[in-house]
Nanobody, 115 residues
Framework: QVQLVESGGGLVQPGGSLRLSCVAS????????MRWYRQAPGKQRELVAG???????NYAESVKGRFTISRDNAKRTLYLQMNSLKVEDTAVYYC?????????WGQGTQVTVSS
């Protein structure tokens, strides 16, 4: 079982930026595929961005060019840099880790984009 703790959420105006962090307890963090998901009120949870063990990244179309996912294996930390935020980015953001077939989820951090 991997413990994932997100931080960095908050209230920001449209056009602003936030950086989310996710610290993992996993000793072999570098062996985990890592992702960020989000869930807005009344909507299904959706994949925002992912990063492979080798550092390859993928993004939802809605965030391409605005969000950047990265990882620091030495710090066992996953990041999501969010720029040019829009009202529709408002959601709870979840960190996700998987190695093999066992998924692990963080508790989530709220991001609210509003003027």
């Amino acid at each position: 079982q991997v413990q994932l703790v997100e931080s960095g959420g908050g209230l920001v105006q449209p056009g602003g930026s936030l950086r989310l962090s996710c610290v993992a307890s996993a000793f072999k963090f570098s062996e985990y595929v890592m992702r960020w998901y989000r869930q807005a009120p009344g909507k299904q949870r959706e994949l925002v961005a992912g990063i492979s063990v080798g550092g390859n990244t993928n993004y939802a179309e809605s965030v391409k060019g605005r969000f950047t996912i990265s990882r620091d294996n030495a710090k066992r930390t996953l990041y999501l840099q969010m720029n040019s935020l829009k009202v529709e980015d408002t959601a709870v953001y979840y960190c996700y880790a998987i190695r093999g077939s066992t998924p692990n989820w963080g508790q989530g951090t709220q991001v609210t984009v509003s003027s």
